[in-house]
Every structure is written in C-alpha cells, then in structure tokens.
C-alpha cells in the first residue's frame, strides 16, 4: 500500500471516528469498506492549528457581510477583536477626571492602536488590546481554546457555525 497523507477524523459520541467531509474522498481511494486498519493518532502540531486558524480568519474577512467590512478593514483586526470579545485581552482602565479628558485620551488610544478597543465610561477610559496568540504568550492548551472561542465568534459574523467555517478553509 502506498504512503496515506494525513487525515483528520473527528470521534463522534456513539463510537466511530469519521474523517472530516475534505477527506472523505481520500479515504476511499485508500481504504476498502469492511476491512480493519490502525489509527496512529498524534498530538496536532500546533504550527498547523496557527496556521489554520489564520486561513480560516482569512476566508471568514473575505465573506464578512458589507456592512461590517468598515469595522474589521483586515483579518487582523478580525482576529484581535474577536480575541478581545471572547476574553482574551489585557485591560487597562485610565481615570481622567472628566468626561472630556476622557474622550481626548480615547480619541489619542485610538489613534495609537488600531486594535484595541477603547470604551469610555464618564471619565474612565478602559483600554481593551488583544492578547498575543504567540507561542511564548500561549501554551497549547489556552491557544486551542482560544482559537474554538474566537471562530465561534467569527462564524456568527458571517452566519455559520464554526464547525461549518473550518471545514470550508480545510475544503479549499
């Protein structure tokens, strides 16, 4: 039998593990039904889940509804800003004394950083930036349940669900 390329499979709750819609065809040019075959699962690379999780931002900004592209004008201010919704962001919160100090301080953060999230509440000014998905600032573990937060936020913006979303970019 010659080499396999990788295959995804999801393990469903009644049993069974079933290869992702992709992969399906690949599957049956490789395999035959009835017949038995080894699985040699290993941990996921967590360079592929990085990488996914871009293309599928991505993908996902290239389909956001007209009326959201003002907002989020690159996958990156996509990304942060989904981070941040989902609680994934670091917070500072500036007392300003007055409500219009607070909105030149606001109008001066925003203009420093394009991504954060600046609200202002009378003379407090609570600066939201998104927290680095680096490998130094992220283990594994907070990387993966970051990134199922973040494209579950993200498929709600363009009207899917995130199992659809990821399926489509693997598809692509």
């Not at 393990?11 to 075959?37: I, S």
């Not at 004394?97 to 009378?122: E, M, N, P, Q, T």
């Amino acid at each position: 039998m010659s080499r396999i390329p990788p295959i995804v499979y999801e393990w469903t709750d009644d049993g069974h593990m079933v290869p992702l819609p992709f992969f399906r065809k690949r599957c049956d040019e490789h395999f035959v039904v009835g017949e038995h075959y080894r699985l040699d699962p290993r941990a996921s690379d967590d360079t592929q889940t990085r990488n996914h999780q871009f293309a599928v931002i991505r993908d996902a900004w290239l389909n956001l509804p007209e009326h959201l592209a003002a907002i989020y004008p690159s996958p990156e201010h996509l990304r942060k800003r989904a981070l941040i919704e989902a609680g994934f962001y670091h917070e500072e919160i500036i007392d300003t004394g007055s409500k219009a100090g607070a909105l030149r301080v606001s109008s001066y953060v925003r203009h420093k950083d394009d991504f954060a999230l600046v609200i202002v509440r009378g003379p407090l000014v609570v600066i939201r930036t998104a927290k680095s998905q680096s490998r130094a600032a992220m283990d594994k573990a907070e990387l993966q349940k970051s990134k199922t937060a973040i494209l579950g936020i993200i498929a709600q913006l363009v009207g899917t669900d995130a199992r659809t979303l990821a399926a489509n970019t693997e598809a692509a």
